[in-house]
């Protein structure tokens, strides 16, 4: 393969996962609109939106595959390979965070809503979206810095996330609300790992620019 041709794949390589995240965007963005105004037909069209995005994900793995067999490619080449593919499959697994939390808001539309939870959701969702938009950012630009200060935007959704379990522990009294804040403690909890994913590809852009992989923060704690 000549070179020309097979940098013309490692750029379609890489505009294939930009493509991928703004499904995922959208499919993000839905759900948390489908959340906060409890639409049953726009958490539908959540759920069937996810077959795009698994399509999408393995257009990439079938693009890596053949980039791998044709070109054996080699440091930062192989680099980003892997990492585009690493990034594509967090991608994937958003979109099926976004499917659960759409089949929990459907679940839950016939319950009453505590707005003052709806209220924690909703900013969870929307900081969840900006740390997606920053990891596929910072990728294309291969900035570092940007994608290390997901770290700080992610600690914000996990109290948040803390926020809203405390308050649904708090409905233990309150029969009529406590179903719908048990269903909104799982998609809290699905929201919190969008978050967790998106600076999992913030660390991919690290390895992709440095060479090295570490993880931004220590999990154990």
């Known amino acids: 393969m000549a070179r020309v041709e097979y940098q013309h794949s490692l750029d379609a390589l890489e505009a294939s996962l930009q493509e991928q995240g703004s499904l995922v965007l959208r499919a993000l963005r839905g759900a948390v609109s489908a959340l906060e105004s409890q639409d049953t037909e726009l958490c539908d069209e959540v759920i069937a939106f996810d077959d795009e995005i698994d399509t999408r994900y393995h257009r990439i793995e079938k693009l890596v595959e053949e980039i791998l067999a044709q070109q054996s490619p080699v440091a930062t080449d192989l680099r980003l390979v892997l990492a585009v593919l690493h990034d594509s499959i967090h991608l994937e697994r958003i979109g099926d965070q976004c499917v659960t ?5 459907k679940l839950a539309s016939e319950l009453e809503p505590r707005h003052d939870l709806a209220e924690g959701l909703r900013e969870m ?25 997901l770290v700080e935007l992610d600690e914000l959704i996990d ?6 379990a405390d308050k649904v522990l708090a409905l233990a009294h309150e029969p009529g609300s406590q179903e719908w804040g048990m269903r909104m403690v799982v998609v809290a909890r699905c929201i919190e790992r969008v978050g967790d994913n998106a600076v999992d ?7 992709l620019v440095t060479g090295e992989f570490h993880e931004f923060s220590d999990a154990s704690h």
Request: glycine fraction near 10%.
């Open 101 to 105: 939390v759409a089949k929990l808001t």
């Open 159 to 164: 109290r948040t996330n803390r926020r809203v």
């Open 201 to 207: 590809i913030g660390e991919q852009t690290a390895f």
């Open 125 to 149: 969702g929307e900081r969840a979206e900006e740390m997606v938009r920053i990891a596929l950012d910072s990728f294309a630009q291969r900035d570092v810095g940007r994608a290390r200060g």
